[in-house]
T-cell receptor
Framework: EAGVAQSPRYKIIEKRQSVAFWCNPISGHATLYWYQQILGQGPKLLIQFQNNGVVDDSQLPKDRFSAERLKGVDSTLKIQPAKLEDSAVYLC???????????????FGPGTRLTVL | SQQGEEDPQALSIQEGENATMNCSYKTSINNLQWYRQNSGRGLVHLILIRSNEREKHSGRLRVTLDTSKKSSSLLITASRAADTASYFCATDAGRGSTLGRLYFGRGTQLTVWP
């Protein structure tokens, strides 16, 4: 079974530029998550999708971050414009969703390491 | 905050020794999960324990859960150098929270020396 795919693996940009990350979840997984992990901290949820609908985006800085999951499969996360404090690893995860959601295992991609100069 | 907190922040042991990491959380939960993260990689799920369970085993891993103390522990027996990684506990937030949402702690960095 293929895992969660993410690209690019690394990205370096200057502040005020824009950047986009792509995620392809495990086939058949209804729930998709984007996390931000700052160095030395645990992952923090940015947005959670159930199929192509947003379930939770309470921690997403909506003035600069946006995400979409067209057709309920792959997803993109965009930052525009980037700030220095956005330097972090952006992790995508997926889970089965549905009736198992109360005890779902999340499967993580390798992440995208973003450096904002 | 619902976020779990791991203790200690860092742990350094020799191969063959046991490693114990603890996690405390603040509100009621449906389940608690432990994940491992190798340097520069994504997280890997290790084990899930439900709120009505007290202990669970998986290979060299043993997890306990004490809901009265809102705490959990992860024991890795007979540690190997390959166990070197960061270990995170993650909790949901129980009834009324977003289903499937997990809150992660800051992690314990485990180093196992050959």
């Amino acid at each position: 079974e293929a895992g969660v795919a993410q690209s690019p693996r690394y990205k370096i940009i200057e502040k005020r530029q824009s950047v986009a990350f792509w995620c392809n979840p495990i086939s058949g997984h209804a729930t998709l998550y984007w996390y931000q992990q700052i160095l030395g901290q645990g992952p923090k949820l940015l947005i959670q999708f159930q199929n192509n609908g947003v379930v939770d985006d309470s921690q997403l800085p909506k003035d600069r971050f946006s995400a979409e999951r067209l057709k309920g499969v792959d997803s993109t996360l965009k930052i525009q414009p980037a700030k220095l404090e956005d330097s972090a690893v952006y992790l995508c995860a997926s889970s089965l969703g549905g009736w198992t959601m109360w005890a779902d295992t999340q499967y993580f991609g390798p992440g995208t390491r973003l450096t904002v100069l | 905050s619902q976020q779990g907190e791991e203790d200690p922040q860092a742990l350094s042991i020799q191969e063959g020794e046991n490693a114990t990491m603890n996690c405390s959380y603040k509100t009621s939960i449906n389940n608690l999960q432990w994940y491992r993260q190798n340097s520069g990689r994504g997280l890997v799920h290790l084990i899930l324990i439900r709120s009505n369970e007290r202990e669970k085993h998986s290979g060299r891993l043993r997890v306990t859960l004490d809901t009265s103390k809102k705490s959990s522990s992860l024991l890795i027996t007979a540690s190997r150098a390959a166990d070197t990684a960061s270990y995170f506990c993650a909790t949901d937030a129980g009834r009324g929270s977003t289903l499937g949402r997990l809150y992660f702690g800051r992690g314990t960095q485990l180093t196992v020396w050959p």
